[in-house]
């Protein structure tokens, strides 16, 4: 494009050979779907589907020593729960 309309010096299309991408360049630039705007279902009943998340290791630990925290939430009730696990002595 560049050279055709004259923008670049010393470069000449005709040369130009096609680029072979490996497996992994491929991958990288692979499209990803949206996540749908509803699930296909839904729990019906708490803690059908409970959402576990860990945190850590923090550079600074809490008062009572922990490096990590577990996050635990009820997908049909939205409630959710932190837990400090006992630090290691």
């Not at 096609?18 to 779907?33: A, E, N, P, Q, Y």
């Not at 019906?44 to 600074?60: A, F, R, S, W, Y």
Request: net charge positive; with cysteine.
């Amino acid at each position: 494009m560049l050279s055709n309309q004259k923008l670049v010096d010393d470069f000449d299309c005709n040369t130009a050979k096609s680029i072979t991408l490996c497996k992994s360049c491929i991958d990288g630039k692979l499209h990803i779907r949206p996540f749908p705007k509803k699930g296909k279902t839904r729990p019906q009943n708490p803690l059908e589907l409970v959402h576990i998340d860990i945190c850590g290791p923090m550079k600074t630990p809490s008062l009572s020593g922990a490096k990590y925290f577990v996050t635990f939430m009820d997908d049909k009730t939205q409630l959710y729960m932190d837990i400090c696990p006992k630090a290691e002595k």
